[in-house]
């Protein structure tokens, strides 16, 4: 059956540090992977995606790596900010309609 | 999350009773996706649908559960005869027409169901 890991355990770094959020799956061989970030209360708002084809997407403060080889994608926030403390979602999708399969989320907290 | 409009935000219904949620996708979007998700899961997806359209229902309860998204108004998806597992949050997604599976999803802020 399909799987989608995240960190299971909640991420506490030190504000300026790099955060780095994992993905890793199973059974799949998506062309698309998302990775969103979600606050308490609110709906999941996208960040980035990144192709099967690239090894690599950088927005800003933001870099996400896609290995399909070890079947894994990797988030790094620089410079870390409390304002990215937030749940972040991969999603990746499964080949039909539109439809993404959603990993339960890692918890960041950034400390002041 | 301006732009997909949920509403209510949040429902309270007794067992036995109908819950009707409502989503406004953003302007010019006419692909909706409706999930679930519940306290430390992931979003579960349940249903997806174009106007007037249902295009893929796999994530679908088989009873009880219905979705719709007509030519006119916002979609809905509707659960019967309410039960305490289905309390969540039901949040519903929107994306361009045609753009596949490379385009982003953009979010409500979801509708918190509670079943006394």
């Known amino acids: 059956s399909q799987k989608i890991e995240q960190n299971s355990e909640a991420l506490n770094i030190q504000e300026g540090k790099t955060a780095t959020l994992t993905c890793n799956y199973t059974?799949?061989?998506?062309?698309?992977l998302q990775w969103y970030r979600q606050d308490p209360g609110r709906g999941p708002v996208f960040l980035l995606l990144?192709?099967?084809?690239?090894k690599e997407k950088r927005k800003e403060r933001l870099k996400v790596t896609f290995d399909t080889t070890l079947k894994q994608s990797l988030f790094h926030i620089t410079a870390s900010q409390p304002a990215d403390s937030a749940t972040y979602l991969c999603?990746?999708?499964?080949?039909?309609?539109?439809?993404?399969?959603f990993g339960t989320g890692t918890s960041l907290t950034v400390i002041p | 999350n301006a732009g997909v409009m949920q509403n209510p935000r949040h429902l309270v219904r007794r067992r036995g009773q109908e819950a009707r949620l409502r989503c406004s996708p953003m302007k010019g979007h006419s692909h909706v996706y409706w999930y679930r998700q519940l306290p430390e899961e992931g979003l579960k997806f349940m249903v997806y649908?174009?106007?007037?359209?249902?295009?893929?229902e796999s994530g679908m309860p088989k009873e009880r559960f219905s979705a719709e998204f007509p030519k006119e108004g916002p979609s809905i998806l509707r659960i019967q005869q309410v039960v305490r597992g289905d309390s969540a949050a039901y949040f519903c997604a929107s994306s361009p027409l045609g753009q596949g599976r490379n385009q982003p999803q953009h979010f409500g802020d979801g509708t918190r169901l509670s079943i006394l």
């Open positions: 990144i192709r099967e084809n690239e």
């Open positions: 059974n799949y061989s998506p062309a698309y």
């Open positions: 649908l174009q106007k007037e359209n249902i295009i893929d």
């Open positions: 999603a990746l999708d499964i080949g039909a309609g539109n439809q993404f399969y």
